[in-house]
């Protein structure tokens, strides 16, 4: 049977690929447990300096499997109810492994990115999209409420009324409305999304890997946080970081005027996310 996830590891990039094309790679139980297989092992991976989530063919991910949906509503109310945790349990341990994952995760987005397709992308830290992207939250459309951490990540990116229209209303909206609201960090041309993803990819994993995952952990905390919470928090990671090979590295290659080699620095993931 053909794999729902494919991967790859190419230069200190880990690249998950959904891969049910021909439906659009809507997510089924096997693909929620592919993506919490591999970002679990991708995220403490020391190979791995950053991850990229794409969709196989034309599209991202049009959500759930509805036909799955369909099936389910021939089931009693407890099969039901456990049919559809064989998804939702593995993938909601995926969008927990992303958010707290210490290195960057990029969202490359083409074609439809509808539903749990919208979670998964607005849980990665960063998101590149083709101009001919559609998105919609979608769910209230088949009479569910949202999954995959989207009632957290949304109301960050957007504010809450701009997330409750989205959630609400459930409307189609278009790449160029996604980056006007900040939901997503650029806009590229389909032809260039593969280049652009690549290049980006590329610098992030050539960064320096333990400093961006104390950042990702400060801004996690941060909206729950105090200013005083918040600065000491941000204290203690400063702390930690300055006895990092990073930091000797940063400085030296600062002062001596050439380009800093994070790779080569003797770093290693950093493990200590809330």
């Given at each position: 049977?053909?794999?729902?996830?494919?991967?790859?590891?190419?230069?200190?990039?880990?690249?998950?690929?959904?891969?049910?094309?021909?439906?659009?790679?809507?997510?089924?139980?096997?693909?929620?447990?592919?993506?919490?297989?591999?970002?679990?092992?991708?995220?403490?991976?020391?190979?791995?300096?950053?991850?990229?989530?794409?969709?196989?063919?034309?599209?991202?991910?049009?959500?759930?499997?509805?036909?799955?949906?369909?099936?389910?509503?021939?089931?009693?109310?407890?099969?039901?109810?456990?049919?559809?945790?064989?998804?939702?349990?593995?993938?909601?341990?995926?969008?927990?492994?992303?958010?707290?994952?210490?290195?960057?995760?990029?969202?490359s987005v083409r074609g439809a990115c509808a539903?749990?397709?919208?979670?998964?992308?607005?849980?990665?830290?960063?998101?590149?999209?083709?101009?001919?992207?559609?998105?919609?939250?979608?769910?209230?459309?088949?009479?569910?409420?949202?999954?995959?951490?989207?009632?957290?990540?949304?109301?960050?990116?957007?504010?809450?009324?701009?997330?409750?229209?989205?959630?609400?209303?459930?409307?189609?909206?278009?790449?160029?409305?996604?980056?006007?609201?900040?939901?997503?960090?650029?806009?590229?041309?389909?032809?260039?999304?593969?280049?652009?993803?690549?290049?980006?990819?590329?610098?992030?994993?050539?960064?320096?890997?333990?400093?961006?995952?104390?950042?990702?952990?400060?801004?996690?905390?941060?909206?729950?946080?105090?200013?005083?919470?918040?600065?000491?928090?941000?204290?203690?990671?400063?702390?930690?970081?300055?006895?990092?090979?990073?930091?000797?590295?940063?400085?030296?290659?600062?002062?001596?005027?050439?380009?800093?080699?994070?790779?080569?620095?003797?770093?290693?993931?950093?493990?200590?996310?809330?």
């Amino acid at each position: 049977m053909e794999e729902t996830v494919l991967s790859e590891i190419r230069d200190g990039v880990a690249t998950l690929t959904l891969n049910r094309p021909a439906l659009l790679n809507a997510l089924d139980t096997a693909m929620a447990r592919g993506l919490e297989k591999l970002t679990t092992a991708y995220a403490s991976e020391p190979a791995v300096r950053c991850v990229v989530i794409r969709g196989a063919g034309a599209h991202f991910m049009a959500g759930g499997d509805v036909k799955y949906f369909r099936a389910c509503l021939e089931l009693s109310a407890a099969r039901r109810e456990a049919a559809i945790l064989e998804a939702m349990k593995p993938i909601h341990e995926a969008i927990r492994t992303i958010r707290r994952m210490p290195k960057p995760v990029v969202a490359s987005v083409r074609g439809a990115c509808a539903g749990f397709g919208m979670s998964l992308m607005a849980a990665c830290d960063l998101a590149l999209v083709s101009a001919d992207a559609v998105l919609s939250l979608a769910y209230c459309r088949i009479g569910v409420t949202p999954d995959g951490g989207s009632t957290w990540a949304l109301p960050r990116a957007v504010g809450i009324k701009r997330a409750a229209e989205l959630a609400l209303l459930g409307d189609r909206f278009t790449a160029a409305d996604a980056e006007r609201i900040g939901l997503v960090n650029r806009v590229v041309q389909e032809g260039d999304l593969e280049r652009e993803t690549a290049a980006l990819a590329a610098r992030l994993a050539a960064g320096p890997t333990m400093v961006y995952g104390r950042t990702k952990a400060l801004l996690n905390a941060s909206p729950e946080a105090s200013l005083d919470a918040q600065l000491d928090a941000e204290e203690a990671s400063f702390l930690a970081s300055i006895q990092a090979p990073e930091f000797n590295e940063g400085v030296r290659a600062f002062v001596e005027k050439r380009p800093a080699d994070f790779q080569g620095s003797g770093t290693a993931v950093c493990n200590d996310q809330a």
